[in-house]
């Protein structure tokens, strides 16, 4: 017999909060508001069966989207090159597609020296 452990409201709380960090504090540095706007409205990062997420899934969908933020963050402040860290982005972006998370970036779509006003008049969002 195996035993699942439920996740908690709290958890769940918390990923919703993660998600809410990444578009008013991480995603500005990148995109335009219009952009994000955008992004929100096509349900980007909505966790369709959070509740369902047993203690070890949300876990996973926590350390990923933390990971995911903290590389951004640091790109956001730094002109140093990122690549190092593009496998890491990736295999977190996975995670959250494990879970039907969409979360359909690369590490290159966030480089600041593309023009992201360039992504907000387009009639399709970049993905």
């Given at each position: 017999?195996?035993v699942?452990?439920?996740?908690?409201?709290?958890q769940?709380?918390?990923?919703?909060?993660?998600?809410?960090?990444?578009?008013?504090t991480?995603?500005?540095?990148?995109?335009?508001e219009?952009?994000?706007?955008?992004?929100?409205?096509?349900?980007?990062m909505d966790?369709p069966?959070?509740?369902?997420l047993n203690?070890i899934?949300?876990m996973?969908?926590?350390?990923?989207?933390?990971?995911?933020?903290?590389i951004?963050?640091?790109?956001?402040?730094?002109?140093e090159?990122?690549?190092g860290?593009?496998?890491?982005?990736?295999?977190?972006?996975?995670i959250?597609?494990?879970?039907?998370?969409?979360f359909?970036?690369?590490?290159?779509?966030?480089?600041?020296?593309?023009?992201?006003?360039?992504?907000?008049?387009?009639?399709?969002?970049?993905?």
């Amino acid at each position: 017999m195996k035993v699942v452990t439920a996740s908690t409201p709290e958890q769940q709380l918390y990923v919703k909060e993660l998600i809410n960090k990444l578009y008013e504090t991480i995603f500005p540095a990148f995109f335009s508001e219009e952009y994000i706007t955008k992004l929100k409205e096509f349900n980007l990062m909505d966790v369709p069966n959070l509740k369902e997420l047993n203690l070890i899934e949300i876990m996973e969908v926590t350390a990923a989207i933390q990971t995911i933020s903290t590389i951004l963050e640091e790109l956001s402040k730094s002109e140093e090159e990122m690549d190092g860290y593009a496998g890491a982005f990736h295999k977190n972006a996975s995670i959250l597609s494990k879970y039907q998370i969409d979360f359909p970036f690369q590490l290159v779509d966030f480089k600041t020296d593309v023009n992201t006003e360039e992504f907000a008049n387009q009639n399709t969002l970049y993905m």
